[in-house]
């Protein structure tokens, strides 16, 4: 019998709320590391109504006007009309950055310390990160998160190229994908909620983004006479942004990272900088697990390591090819030890990480995109070798 399931997995829009609160968080990080690529940032933030809150710890030698990066980020997005509630030149920010705790940076900073086991950078927290990678996509992504950032980006270009006036920045998009013996094989329904002024009728998005949206992204053999299209679901949403709902730093994990598909080890990556082992170490297992997959030692790779605070070497790394590698599991870890370094330095320097590139990653997820360094699928040779 066919082994038949059906998957989903949602993108939101650069205005929803969080995706705001992402946005300056990284584009506050971006700042920082133009001027000073040693900073230090964890900035969280938290927008609702006509208010944003920017909260949390940064060291570093830049000099900054914190309040015209944020009105810069929310004037990007596009909240910049006349009646908009929470709008880039009137919203109101509140400014409670700290420097980071000494105790936190003795354990990160290459330098020894009293109970510090080594001298080298170690990891800026403990947890486990995971990476994920398979053939579904050209990105080497699942399919149904890759599909609804498509809509999400789409929609998007669309409004900021004004080709109707009536399209506002919040949107959310949900893609259902049938699998028949693991492998795609159509859309069974598309999602999309999207802002709008109060002037346009519900039939007219409907006609609009079924249209120029849904039918340009999604390839038409995955759609059918039976596929289900629920356009703002609701009948209006005019409401929306920060205005409508609250937005906090790091709420969409399971967007920013393979949709529920692939698994994720907890720790958000916005507003952080690359010795957060919660950002660069997932960037590091996405690279790894992206280059078994192109070498063609496994069809699907998940990749899972652990670290402790302020140690170098991580406590566990973890391979798993469920049942599509082309040689065992061990041997495929034992290759990855051989050709990568997991220590927080060495991501760091393996990846370019200390430049102002985070801005990019915010919206569309974090993976999937072929100009970020952790796409790049450079090291398959060595791998190849490393695994005979």
């Not at 950032?149 to 270009?157: D, N, V, Y």
């Not at 995955?222 to 409401?239: A, E, S």
């Not at 390591?305 to 140690?311: L, P, S």
């Not at 599991?329 to 060495?346: E, G």
Request: proline residues 4%; neutral net charge.
């Amino acid at each position: 019998m066919a082994n038949s399931f059906v998957f989903s997995s949602e993108s939101v829009g650069e205005g929803h709320p969080d995706k705001v609160a992402d946005l300056i968080s990284d584009s506050v990080l971006d700042a920082c590391l133009e001027q000073d690529p040693q900073s230090r940032v964890a900035c969280e933030t938290m927008v609702k109504s006509n208010m944003v809150i920017i909260a949390g710890e940064i060291t570093t030698k830049a000099k900054l006007n914190y309040e015209q990066v944020v009105r810069a980020a929310i004037r990007d997005v596009g909240y910049v009309h006349d009646d908009d509630v929470f709008h880039a030149d009137r919203v109101f920010i509140n400014n409670y950055l700290t420097r980071q705790s000494p105790d936190i940076a003795q354990g990160v900073d290459a330098r020894a310390a009293e109970g510090k086991e080594t001298a080298e950078q170690g990891a800026g927290d403990q947890g486990l990160m995971f990476g994920y990678a398979c053939n579904e996509t050209p990105e080497m992504m699942p399919t149904a998160i890759m599909y609804a950032h498509r809509l999400g980006r789409e929609l998007t270009k669309l409004r900021k190229a004004g080709v109707v006036g009536w399209l506002r920045p919040d949107a959310k998009s949900q893609v259902s994908i049938r699998y028949e013996n693991d492998k795609p094989v159509k859309v069974e329904n598309v999602v999309i909620s999207t802002q709008h002024t109060k002037d346009v009728t519900h039939a007219a998005i409907c006609d609009f983004l079924i249209e120029h949206v849904i039918r340009k992204v999604i390839p038409a053999k995955m759609l059918d006479q039976n596929t289900k299209y629920l356009i703002n679901p609701t009948g209006r949403f005019v409401v929306g942004g920060p205005e409508g709902d609250s937005g906090v730093t790091g709420r969409k994990i399971i967007v920013d990272t393979y949709g529920g598909w692939g698994r994720h080890g907890g720790g958000a990556f916005s507003g952080k900088d690359p010795s957060k082992v919660d950002r660069s170490a997932a960037y590091m297992c996405r690279w790894v697990a992206k280059n078994i997959v192109a070498s063609g030692l496994a069809e699907i790779c998940e990749l899972q390591v652990a670290y402790a605070i302020g140690y170098p070497e991580p406590v566990s790394i973890w391979v798993d090819s469920m049942g599509t590698g082309k040689v065992p599991d061990d041997v495929i870890a034992r290759a990855v030890a051989k050709v990568f370094s997991f220590k927080p330095a060495n991501i760091i320097k393996q990846l370019d990480l200390l430049r102002p590139i985070y801005r990019q990653t915010t919206n569309y997820g974090h993976f999937g995109k072929a100009d970020m360094p952790w796409e790049q699928t450079n090291k398959t040779k060595d791998l190849l070798a490393a695994a005979k």
